[in-house]
């Protein structure tokens, strides 16, 4: 579980690196970043769709017994490595911030505190759920691979729409 604290560990340098690129982007320039961000999710959907169509038997690896700060330290060393967090906050969480911070920095700071407000809970959600996948039925993974499909998709037509609608200047 406390893995789930590793993006308050990691996503600090990458998000002021990345915000320093984006802050130099005219307003076009982070729309089609945005634009962008909303295909790049929709693909993910279409790939949690497509994982849905395949068989989903999993076994349930050996449980790591090492202490939490490690644990966090381990996953922010992943988090960092990782593409994933550059890709979000480079196409879809630094263009919202951004936005947010122009209207207001209140706005920008709610935008931080409810995101790593519901990320981190939802994350210890979802150790606690993979941990236990193998438990489950193949209708139930296929059921949880139709929800993220969807909640990506819904979250990836809105961005690309937002992205659309900036470019086209409306």
Excluded: H
Excluded at 41 to 55: C, E, Q
Excluded at 77 to 103: D, H, K, Q, S
């Amino acid at each position: 579980m406390p893995a789930a604290l590793a993006p308050l560990i990691s996503d600090g340098p990458i998000l002021v690196l990345l915000l320093i690129v984006l802050a130099q982007l005219p307003e076009k320039g982070l729309s089609f970043i945005q634009t962008a961000g909303g295909l790049f999710i929709l693909y993910l959907a279409w790939g949690a769709f497509r994982a849905d169509s395949t068989d989903t038997s999993i076994q349930t690896p050996a449980v790591d017994k090492r202490s939490g700060l490690t644990g966090a330290l381990q996953g922010a060393a992943m988090n960092a490595l990782n593409p994933a967090p550059y890709i979000f906050w480079g196409t879809v969480g630094g263009p919202l911030l951004l936005n947010g911070w122009r209207i207001s920095p209140w706005i920008g700071a709610s935008f931080l505190i409810g995101f790593y407000g519901c990320m981190i809970p939802f994350f210890g959600i979802l150790i606690w759920l993979f941990g236990r996948v193998g438990e489950l039925s193949a209708s139930a993974r296929r059921m949880m691979n139709r929800f993220s499909g969807a909640a990506l998709l819904l979250f990836g037509l809105s961005q690309l729409f937002l992205g659309i609608r900036a470019i086209a200047g409306r």
